[in-house]
């Protein structure tokens, strides 16, 4: 989130689209209520199935899953038509005056730069036109048929309601209705912010979704402000944790960027790394990039980092491709895997293609299973007749199960959506054998190190020359974790007038004091301020709230430096003074930035031309994403992989995301719509979290068995009652299931075709206490989305049968 949960409630508009809060989300969706109880908020609710939160709504709009984008780039077309956005905000906050390439162009549903072999874009002409300064070229007028904003304008102009309704299935009335709704908040003392999860998420054009709700925002001016923003509802209750310790495949703590093989040595790698500002005197705070990234290799090597030997460069990994989960399934099913180390994670209820999962899960020497519950995968060589249909004697997979506690049972940090760092401490010990994750691991890492002492191999250094600096080398401790993460000062740090900044030794209050010489450590520079010398600031527990905006400085600490609104400049007009007083954020008091939040910047002034986006080069909000998506510096509607239209109505030679990647095992078993006719879509039920609450009693009484959802109209058609057993298949499997026919879901008319949805919630295995079943990700499709590699859970093919 740029914002925080309890922001939602200084909201005037409250878009749910692409998730179901109320559901997935009860205890944060209480702001989304006082929005509408206290502040008057309209409650919009766009979803394909008729929600828990769409039942609490104003306004519900249904829409064919997978269409998102076609909804927004309408909307983005309303607002355009109609003169609803905020001008101002657009003209000095966005990059709508900068000059786009000549050579970049959109046709036929492609951009500029295809190269279909690869299945991928060269975007070397997604960019600006620079003059001889390396500045970006802009019109502040905006005529020149080149700036962003005309080529905006051209580019969503095929987005009519009429398009909206024949891909979407959204009736024109209804798409209208949430049109002047969102419009309302153009006005600089209103604002919409926007609710999402999943439903954006799990598509293979999943993060242009998002992006084309973020141009939504930076139109209406609502980007920065309270009650507004760009805010996803994370998922498990530390996933915000995970991103910020950069547990990807490609990148490193703090959303720095693991080197891959084009970067042979560190002045390659900070180079690609460190922008230049493109516009003159912007912050661009990318820019200080080698002093986190020296600060990060210091806090993992320690002394053995060092400027001669390029503070380890060499022994960070250098990737060739992404290793994410897709591919790495995909390498275990060719072979190409021995061991696999599964922490947290239960990919044969929760990846999709279940069946694909097992098979390669079935390839492997060995699987080490850290977890503190036995999970599907634990037990994936197990025979359970249809819903794991595998024979033991053909499977040598060796497995060891390391039992590890849970959250609760020690002492650590939670990051929430909204970036607070809460402290939280153990509720009991550990039944068992179970040991915290954090000792695992030491005990792994000691043991491999041994292994290499003693026998000696390939690619040891790494692992020699890693900093382990706890009192207890078998038992890393969650406080001396965190306060690596929050770094050291190495040395004395003096400024440039000769002051002392921090001792030798101290924790450093900011990020601001690293350094790129080796004189500070820091293993997550966002981190920084987290834990200083005046003690956790994680455990802080002051809810006061002078402003009654819900900002709560003195509450557990938010990153970056405790701010609560990232880029809060941008909730002040050009000359300093807050869009709407009522929520004012900061503002310029004649010489420095104060008020309700931590400021963005303190000295530059209003009209220094400094934009407020200060992580961009450009300083400010992109309309026009120059080269960073995969598909795309404009988002466009791709069908799904499995499409029920079977084509584009837009392009219908460029179907589906043409730079999402498809492996050939997996393009094998796509489904057609000839066979599998309805679209399936997966989802979340209250009463049980993914696939661990089917070990609790309550809950599998609450929740017992699968059952899918489908609409009045299929059920008659297939004679189909309510509560019959039914089959669901799709090309790769089938599950079967109580059938749920319900209102819920309705019939949709979208590309000159009835389109049906089934519903299938997703909790159910073959282990725990509720009533075996079998796992929903059996009908799912390996494919995900271009950037992200999210699969694709949210839209695929089935047909359902009576059973
Ligand atoms: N009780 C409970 N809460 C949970 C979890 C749980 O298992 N149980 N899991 C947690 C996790 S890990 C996560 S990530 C979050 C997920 O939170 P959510 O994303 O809110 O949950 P989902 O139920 O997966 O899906 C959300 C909604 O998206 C809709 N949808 C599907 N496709 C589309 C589409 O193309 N467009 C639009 N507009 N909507 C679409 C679905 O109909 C569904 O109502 O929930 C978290 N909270
Ligand atoms: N079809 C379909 N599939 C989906 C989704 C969907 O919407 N539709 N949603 C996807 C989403 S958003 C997510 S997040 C994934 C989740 O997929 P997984 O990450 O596989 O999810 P979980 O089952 O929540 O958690 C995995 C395991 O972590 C264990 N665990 C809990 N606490 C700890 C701990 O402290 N230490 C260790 N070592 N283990 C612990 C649990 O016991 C559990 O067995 O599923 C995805 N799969
Ligand atoms: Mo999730």
Redesign the pocket.
């Known amino acids: 989130m740029t914002n925080h949960w309890v922001d939602i409630k200084n909201a005037n508009v409250v878009m749910v ?5 109320a ?4 205890v944060g969706f209480r702001w989304a209520m006082e929005a509408k109880n206290n502040n008057d908020a309209t409650l919009i609710v ?4 008729f ?1 828990r ?1 769409a039942s609490v709504a104003d306004i519900y709009a249904p ?6 984008i076609t909804f927004l780039s309408g909307v983005i077309l309303f607002l355009i038509s109609n003169n609803k956005i905020n001008a101002e905000y657009v003209k000095h906050y966005t990059n709508a005056s900068l000059l786009v390439r000549d050579d970049f162009s959109f046709d036929d549903g492609l951009f500029s730069g295809y190269d279909e072999a690869k299945r991928q874009y060269d975007k070397t002409s997604w960019n600006y036109q620079f003059d001889e300064n390396g500045y970006a070229k802009r019109d502040d007028t905006l005529t020149n048929p080149r700036c962003v904003w005309n080529l905006l304008k051209e580019h969503v102009s095929r987005y009519t309601p009429e398009m909206v309704e024949h891909i979407c299935g959204t009736p024109q009335a209804d798409f209208l209705k949430v049109c002047e709704v969102l419009a309302s908040t153009s006005a600089a003392d209103r604002t919409t912010t926007f609710l ?5 998420t ?2 293979t054009v999943g993060a242009q ?1 998002i992006r084309t709700m973020a141009m939504i925002q930076l139109l209406l001016g609502n980007m920065g402000m309270a009650g507004g923003g760009v805010n996803a ?4 209750s530390n ?1 915000q944790g995970l991103t910020d310790l950069g547990l990807l495949s490609t990148s490193l703590p703090g959303y720095l960027t693991l080197p891959s093989e084009k970067h042979a040595d560190l002045q390659t790698y900070l180079a690609a790394n460190t922008p230049k500002a493109t516009l003159p005197g912007q912050v661009n705070y990318w820019g200080n990039y080698p002093k986190f990234f020296v600060s990060l290799m210091k806090a993992f090597y320690g002394d053995d980092a060092q400027k001669e030997n390029n503070w380890g460069y060499d022994w960070l990994p250098k990737w060739d491709q992404a290793y994410d989960v897709l591919k790495y399934f995909d390498m275990m099913d060719r072979n190409k895997v021995s061991g696999y180390i599964c922490q947290g994670f239960n990919p044969v209820a929760s990846f999709p293609d279940k069946n694909k999962i097992v098979a390669s899960l079935s390839k492997l020497k060995y699987l080490v299973i850290i977890d503190p519950l036995v999970t599907e995968t634990s037990n994936f060589w197990q025979n359970h007749g249809e819903m794991n249909d595998v024979n033991p004697a053909n499977i040598q997979t060796e497995v060891f199960r390391l039992p590890s506690t849970c959250f609760a049972e020690e002492d650590g940090s939670i990051a929430n959506s909204g970036r607070w760092l809460q402290w939280h401490w153990k509720g009991a010990d550990a039944p068992g054998e179970a040991r915290t994750d954090g000792e695992i691991l030491a005990g792994i890492y000691h043991k491999i190190r041994e292994l290499y002492r003693t026998e000696g191999g390939k690619g040891a250094e790494p692992l020699l020359k890693m900093g382990w600096h706890y009192e207890q080398p078998d038992h890393p401790e969650s406080e001396e974790v965190a306060k690596e993460n929050n770094g050291y000062a190495l040395e004395d740090l003096f400024d440039a007038n000769g002051n002392l900044l921090a001792k030798k030794g101290q924790l450093l209050d900011s990020f601001a004091l690293m350094r790129d010489d080796g004189s500070t450590s820091s293993a997550c520079w966002i981190y920084a301020g987290s834990w200083t010398a005046k003690g956790n600031q994680m455990a802080n527990r002051d809810n006061a709230d002078p402003s009654g905006l819900g900002n709560t400085l003195g509450w557990a600490w938010a990153w970056p430096l405790n701010r609560r609104i990232i880029y809060n400049r941008a909730s002040a007009d050009p000359q300093g003074k807050p869009w709407d007083p009522k929520r004012m954020l900061i503002e310029w008091n004649g010489t420095k930035w104060v008020g309700n939040d931590i400021p963005d910047y303190n000295t530059a002034a209003p009209g220094s031309g400094v934009g407020p986006f200060i992580m961009q080069p450009e300083g400010l909000g992109r309309l026009f994403a120059i080269d960073k998506m995969a598909e795309g510096p404009f988002p466009e509607h791709y069908e799904p992989f499995e499409t029920p239209l079977g084509t584009n109505p837009l392009h219908p030679n460029v179907i589906s995301n043409p730079a999402a990647r498809l492996y050939e095992a997996d393009a094998k078993r796509m489904g057609k719509r000839s066979e599998f006719p309805y679209v399936g ?10 696939t661990w609450t089917k070990h609790s009693r309550l809950n599998a009484i609450a929740q017992p068995e699968q059952f899918v959802e489908i609409s009045e109209k299929l059920a008659k058609s297939k004679g189909i009652a309510n509560g019959d057993y039914v089959k669901v298949s799709s090309k790769r499997g089938f599950i079967r299931a109580v059938a749920v026919v319900t209102q819920r879901l309705q019939t949709l008319n979208a590309g000159g075709q009835e389109v049906e949805t089934v ?1 299938i919630p ?2 159910w295995g073959f282990e725990g206490t509720a009533r075996k079943g079998y796992l929903a990700n059996t009908l799912t499709p390996s494919v995900g989305d271009a950037n992200s590699q999210t699969p694709e859970y ?2 695929f093919l089935v047909n359902i049968e009576k059973a």
């Open positions: 689209m692409g998730g179901n809060a559901e997935a989300h009860p766009v979803d394909p199935r929600t939160t829409i064919r899953s997978g269409t998102d999402y999860a999943l439903g954006w799990q598509h979704n509802l994370r998922g498990h996933i879509t997966t989802y979340r039920l209250t009463e049980h979290f993914h519903g997703l909790h949210k839209a």
